[in-house]
């Protein structure tokens, strides 16, 4: 079974600082896919960034990047220029490969970030 | 195009009640998936379904059951509900094409909560 652990329950950051959430996952898969999603008070999930496994290069979305570490099985986001509107909690997600069949999200507990003006 | 929509947003039920969470798909998808989000947790899988039929499950038992329908509207049916299924449950639809799963659009939710 696969597992994403988030080590960080709570982060802030000042505006227009740069932070990086931490997400470790374990699997015995190859192919497979990492996500971030964003939930803010609204409660609905907002995707933010998804990495496929197979890909080297690291995913980009404006201001937020991925430092995706296969061998390590690390998938840190960093938002750079932080907004008041980033705050919300910040999800890691996994996916095993779409040819796998029934391929369910497994999250993460989550990191509360707080942007602070 | 119009997003997932779920109903009611919040609901209060008793012990030993049932109840029925509705979510309306994102226009063109075909795929529905439920998740429950305890409070201070991440979302876990209750299950999928695809074309009108259950095509996964998570770690739930029977009483959670559920159904899409030709529209591709869905229901999450809970009976006998317990005071640990004081959760949001979470809607995601998405369009599957040949088999491949697309991206998952979510709702927001329904906060149940189990006296």
């Known amino acids: 079974a696969q597992t994403v652990t988030q080590s960080q329950p709570e982060m802030s950051v000042q505006e227009a600082e740069t932070v990086t959430l931490s997400c470790t996952y374990d699997t015995s898969e190859n192919n497979y896919y990492l996500f971030w999603y964003k939930q803010p008070p609204s409660r609905q999930m907002i995707l933010v960034i998804r990495?496929?496994?197979?890909?080297?290069q690291n995913a980009t979305e404006n201001r937020f990047s991925v430092n995706f570490q296969k061998a390590a099985k690390s998938f840190s986001l960093k938002i750079s220029d932080s907004q008041l509107g980033d705050t919300a909690m910040y999800f890691c997600?996994?996916?095993?490969?779409?040819?796998?069949?029934?391929?369910?999200?497994?999250f993460g507990k989550g990191t509360r970030l707080s942007v602070i003006a | 195009e119009t997003g997932v929509t779920q109903s009611p947003t919040h609901l209060i039920k008793t012990r030993g009640q049932q109840v029925t969470l509705r979510c309306s798909s994102q226009?063109?998808?075909?795929?529905v998936s439920w998740y429950q989000q305890a409070l201070g947790q991440g979302p876990q899988f209750i299950f999928q379904?695809?074309?009108?039929?259950?095509?996964g499950r998570g770690n739930f038992p029977p009483r959670f059951s559920g159904l899409q329908f030709p529209n591709y509207s869905s229901e999450l049916n809970v009976n006998a509900l317990e005071l640990d299924d004081s959760a949001l449950y979470l809607c995601?639809?998405?369009?599957?094409?040949?088999?491949?799963?697309?991206?998952?659009?979510f709702g927001e939710g329904s906060r149940l909560t189990v006296l």
């Open positions: 379904y695809y074309r009108e039929e259950e095509n």
């Open positions: 990495q496929e496994a197979y890909k080297q």
């Open positions: 995601a639809s998405s369009l599957s094409l040949a088999g491949v799963p697309g991206e998952l659009f």
């Open positions: 226009s063109g998808h075909n795929t």
């Open positions: 997600a996994f996916m095993k490969g779409w040819n796998s069949g029934n391929t369910p999200l497994v």
